[in-house]
């Protein structure tokens, strides 16, 4: 058997080992009566201001709903809910919608939720300030809503929106939150609205109102989801209580915005728009004492654009024309926007001009389409501006197009120098019926260009050039009345004439000199003009008598000079 061993014990070991041996344990003692009665006492109010918080509910959402009623021109307000939070001094509004009373549907902003509170880390600084939260707000506008808010003549400021903020927290709103916003525009056609999708917005140090001009306090972050598959970011920084408008100073940046959806809006100007991609980025400054946007590039891919001029819209383009050469001699003097362009690129392009009025109609294009424009201001104010086109006339002749825009007061000022080679004229027999009534079946066209533009004169030529031209078939035109066969042999006959022999083609100069227009125009018209006015006509020289004898007295109309290759 084994035998285990002794071990000594020491003093104090028994203690441990009997429990009965220990001394009993002191009590806690409670603290203080006057500790225990503040802390019961708190308990008993927070639990009665939660009770409360229910009673509150009803007559606070009528009190906030009048109130934004009152201060609203114009507008309903509908609150179905609120719930006030005593903890945190908080509120809570569910199901906020605002309607145009002239124009309710759609309701022009619907806010599922938006929770006002203390902003609790200005309390540090010693400003009591609130801080808002629009969670998934829906923003809508339709046409109609939208010409009655532009033909209300009351300013913005003045109709209540923000004393309508105010009636829902009594104190300033300092840090403003936008959290997955939606907003929607509506133009003509339903089914193709323009869409903004998961905006959101930070506005931070918005009551700093101690800032000198042009000191921009609150920094602002701005992200958006444009059209459905654009993108946009703005970063920087704004005074929102600035007098007499709000400032804002940011950097931005649009990515792979599609133009095909704004269709509408573009057939307002007459233009006929389809597909396009644009990207920018950029600059923007806007205050009392400046408004200037800076792009730092533009870029539009693919995009197929038409400029349709038609009889019932003759008015309108002369009221337009007029609006714009308003706007130039203003912009020349002292422009209300300071608007720069580095550099503006269009790749791929289909650029038109359709003719309605005629009969028949035609479309005049330069397919696949490359612009470069650089330097380009508002006023030209930074000095001349370049314009670089490549592309195919007519989707055949290979063209380049050259012009250097200068600052001049005295009026348009600009050389523009036209290179089109080997059109097939097969391609342009819509513009020669309209225009000579007559086709071809054969043959290719080119066209030589260079034209300057001082205070509104030009001098230059152009110089079209016919190259086996074959206006008469007798299978393809079997069918043509007798007239017009007629016609076509006789055109025939005179290209025959004026053939030079060793080359086989028939060219035409025509020197041009004149006014382009007074009072002055901008350049941009006055190339629109001398495009009009002596390119098109240049194509058919002594095919039409009519255009021959037609004079306009307020373009300059081409002059022959010679025949002869």
Known sequence: MAVRAALPIRPGDAQELDPRARPPRRPLQPGPAWLRRIGTALLILLALLLVASFFLNEPLRRTIERGMNQSLKGYSVSLPRVRFQPIGLSITLYDLTILQMAHPRPPVLHVPRLHASVQWRELLTGHLVADFLFERPELNLNLPQLRTEIQDTTPVKERGWQQALEAIYPLKINLLRIHDARITYVDEDPGRPLQLSHFDLHANNIRNIHSRDRTYP???????QIFETGRGRLDGHADFLAEPTPGVHALFELQKIPLDLLRPLAARSHLRVSGGVLSTSGETEYGPAIRALRLKDVTIRGIHLDYVHAERTAD????QAKAVSAAVKRAGREPDLDMRIGTFHLIDGNLGFVNEARDPAYRAFVSAADVTVENLSNGLRKGAATVRADGRFMGH???????????????????????IEGTEMTAMNELLRSYGRFDVAAGSFSLYSELKVRNDTVTGYVKPLFKDMKVYDKEKDADKPFLRKLREKLLGVAGRLLRNRERNEVATKFDLSGSIESPKSSAWQAIGRLIQNAFFRSILPGFDEALAGKQDAEAVEPRKEKRGG
Do not use: K, Q, W, Y
């Not at 309108?316 to 009221?319: F, I, Q, R």
């Open 397 to 419: 002749g290979p063209t380049r197009i050259a012009s250097t825009i200068r600052p001049d007061g005295a009026g348009a000022n600009f050389d523009l120098n036209v290179a």
């Open 316 to 319: 309108d383009e002369a009221a």
């Open 218 to 224: 609150s920094p602002i972050h701005v992200e958006t």
